[in-house]
């Protein structure tokens, strides 16, 4: 019986994909020709890629690096135009500075008032003392005048005084009770000055109310400073690590909105060689197994690394299989983080095999392909 030309097709199809899969799983998963202990597979570095972006819109004013340029963590990278901002940070210092003038003015004046209040207290208390006395005075001469003049008048009726001893004595008690009118009105102005000048502690109050709210207001007219001296500095964008320049966004003059991102580094320290471990190799791999890194780039020097990250999922298509023969295709992500990168030689993109070892007892051996 003749075959029709079309299921000829289709079983060629499904014998090269068997083929294919068996070549993948002879070579990448069951890693033949292996001592027991390593286990083979390949990938390509990576790294942890950090987006460079503006906090506030700007005009690009400098670009100082390139693609392929090395920086430090810290280093500037962009500066954008900070004219206006400039002029706003200087505002603001200006008005900052005259806050505090107006601060230190309304503490030397609450000084002063510290210092003049209770002297005066002490000099208007004084003066009601002496005028208390002068009081107690006029009242002492004014009862001996009254006395004296009662004592001519009763002379005078029985002509053993003269008329003008009993007047100088009328007199002098008419002068000594316009003293004690006097001196009240002196006890009562000095009483009223002593009440003025205790009311210095109500001016202290009011005076250091005064400066507290002088104080606030420069506090806040610092921390508007605060704010434009932040902003000014953020134009001037530093790379927030160490690393390399992979991408750039933006060129000079060109206008950004905040967030957007300027430039993409790479920090050639901390690499990592991203490969896939069938899932019936999975169960023997655990975290910090020692592993050793092969390039064509390099073919005589590994690069020691470490495995940190063991993915929890697979990855290979169709993601979920539920029969045995099925669940052998199943592939896990393995990072192997490079110990160390000399010279920078190993970068983002460079095809890489690993060696991973699980026993400790097995000695190292090349790829084998």
Do not use: C
Request: no cysteine.
């Amino acid at each position: 019986m003749k075959i029709p030309r079309r299921y000829l097709f289709t079983a060629a199809a499904v014998i090269a994909l068997a083929g294919g899969l068996f070549l993948l799983l002879d070579r990448f998963a069951w890693n033949r020709g292996l001592p027991e202990g390593l286990i083979q597979a390949n990938g390509r570095i990576e790294g942890d890629h950090v987006t460079v972006s503006s906090k506030f819109p700007g005009r690009i004013q400098e670009l100082l690096v390139r693609e392929g340029a090395m920086v430090a963590a810290r280093q500037v990278v962009i500066r954008l135009d900070d004219r206006q901002t400039s002029a706003r940070a200087d505002q603001a210092r200006h008005a900052a500075e005259a806050r505090e003038a107006q601060v230190e003015g309304a503490h030397l004046s609450l000084a002063i008032l510290n210092l003049d209040v209770p002297l005066a207290i002490e000099r208007a208390e004084a003066q009601v003392a002496k005028a208390k006395d002068t009081v107690d005075k006029a009242l002492s001469v004014e009862r001996e005048a009254r006395s004296d003049a009662q004592r001519f008048r009763d002379l005078a009726a029985k002509d053993e005084a003269s008329i003008q001893q009993r007047d100088q004595a009328v007199m002098r008690w008419e002068v000594a009770r316009k003293d004690i009118a006097s001196a009240r009105s002196a006890l009562t102005q000095a009483t009223k000055e002593l009440a003025q000048a205790e009311l210095g502690w109500k001016r202290i109050q009011a005076k250091e109310s005064e400066v507290t709210a002088l104080e606030r207001q420069r506090d806040q007219a610092y921390a508007v400073l605060d704010e434009a001296e932040s902003t000014l500095k953020d134009l001037t964008i530093t790379a927030p690590t160490a690393g390399t320049v992979t991408t750039r966004m933006v060129d000079v003059g060109e206008v950004v909105a905040a967030g957007t991102p300027l430039l993409e580094l790479v920090d050639l320290d901390h690499l990592y060689l991203k490969v896939y471990v069938p899932e019936v190799q999975i169960g023997k791999l655990r975290l910090g197994l020692p592993a050793r890194i092969h390039t064509d780039a390099f073919p005589h020097q590994p690069f020691e690394a470490t495995l940190r990250y063991i993915a929890s999922k697979a990855e290979f298509t169709p993601k979920e299989v539920q029969t045995p023969d099925e669940r052998v295709k199943l592939i896990y992500a393995v990072k192997l983080y490079v110990t160390e990168n000399p010279d920078h030689r190993l970068t983002p993109g460079l095809p890489a095999d690993a060696m991973i070892r699980w026993k400790e007892d097995v000695a190292w051996t090349n790829p084998k392909f």
